[in-house]
């Protein structure tokens, strides 16, 4: 038992690296995917408003930023690949695993608060309401442009989030969970 878990500590804290480090990195990339979507909504001049929740935090972009960072980690440390097809790789398998977690994300608020958030069915290459190839893509050229470009920029600082500021980030976006699963509303 002791020894399964020591090569389970070995594994996050070495391989994948400190828990609060994606932690950290989830916060990070949830409130980008707010102002990104908030954003897109002044542009467009439409009302303003970004995911489910009522904080400043959009949790599918940092869902989805902390997959590509393990699913990246994950795919270097085994295919040991040359760099043109590393990168091919790594697009086509994360471009895959976030197009499938944006479908089911549209599928479960769907269906558990009865809202629907996107729909791409006026793209020319949509499978459905929640999938469309065209953003499929931009998934994944977004996803090598956090590996190659904005991770290595963010790591400077992601260490010197203090834990508290952590822990605090944690407990609000629990509240701001709870609420809305009590109220059976979303922000929108």
Known sequence: MLEKKYKTSIIWNNIYGDYMYYINCFFVYSFFGFLLENLICIIKREKKGSGILYGPWTPIYGIGAVL???ISKFLFNILK???WLEVLTVLLVITLTLTIIEWASGVLIEKIFHVTFWDY???RFNI???IALE???????SALVVIYIIQPLLDKFIYLIPNHITYI???LIIIDFMVIFIKKKVHK
Not at 135 to 141: D, E, F, H, K, Y
């Open 68 to 70: 590509i960072l393990f």
């Open 81 to 83: 690949l040359e760099k």
């Open 121 to 123: 069915r006026e793209f």
């Open 128 to 130: 459905g309401k929640y």
């Open 135 to 141: 953003i499929s893509l931009i998934w994944g050229i």
């Open 169 to 171: 980030l944690i407990t």
